[in-house]
């Protein structure tokens, strides 16, 4: 990074982590737990810790998963990894899944995530948001501080026509929004935006725990 690029990155870590106290406060009010961390290093050291070993673990599809250094730290460890890509036909799909839905922890982010701690995803299939809401013991949710917004309203915005357009690049979907990398509400064939989850809170508490982090993570 240039010598300003550093300056603008460490002002809105400074920024993110003022607001941390009242986020985690909202998670709090809302059933779930909320950890803040200044690192990837800091929150996966953490996370390990809380992750008892020989635990069943699953994943859905994110990019924040993976660049925080999570899933090369549980394929290092000792713990049964359910690995979605290990599925190739349908039916080891089906089998992948009723295991998944068991699993002693499920990992997965949020595409975003108000400030009073609502988190809003939109999903394809469905299979994380299923998880999410009912199944695997835990969900462990993964959130960089680029996911943060003030209103639903401007999370879901943010969803439409960032976090999607984006993720069709990345799996080279045929939409529109591959095309104009904006949102254009369709019903194309390849649209992976089938299921729109708010979620205001976590009927059980602590089952949806919340790991903040100031960095960039995912779109």
């Given amino acids: 990074m ?3 690029e550093v300056i603008y990155m460490n002002n809105l870590q400074k920024a993110f982590s003022v607001a941390a106290p009242s986020i985690l406060a909202g998670l709090e009010k809302r059933n779930m737990e909320g950890y803040y961390f200044e690192s990837c290093e800091e929150m996966v050291q953490k996370i390990l810790s809380m ?3 020989n635990s069943s673990v699953a994943w859905g599809g994110s990019e924040s998963f ?5 899933l090369t730290a549980l394929q290092n460890g000792n713990y049964q990894l359910i690995d979605r890509a290990a599925a190739v ?3 080891e799909k089906r089998k992948l899944y009723s295991r998944t839905v068991m699993a002693d922890a499920y990992f997965m982010s949020s595409n975003a995530i108000t400030y009073d701690g609502i988190l809003l995803n939109i999903d394809g299939s469905g299979n994380r948001l299923a998880c999410l809401m009912h199944g695997p013991k835990e969900v462990f949710v993964i959130v960089g501080m680029n996911k943060f917004t003030k209103t639903v309203e401007a999370g879901i915005e943010r969803i439409r026509n960032l976090a999607s357009p984006a993720n069709v690049q990345r799996l080279n979907r045929k939409t529109p929004c591959h095309e104009t990398g904006l ?3 369709c019903f194309s064939p390849d649209c992976i935006c089938s299921h729109l989850v708010v979620t205001r809170r976590s009927l059980l508490p602590g089952r949806i725990k919340v790991f903040m982090v100031a960095e960039n ?3």
């Avoid at 993976?66 to 999570?70: A, C, K, N, R």
């Fill in 2 to 4: 240039y010598k300003n």
């Fill in 51 to 53: 992750l008892p070993e």
């Fill in 66 to 70: 993976t660049e925080s250094g999570m």
């Fill in 89 to 91: 036909t349908t039916e």
């Fill in 183 to 185: 949102c254009a509400d």
């Fill in 217 to 219: 993570l995912g779109y």
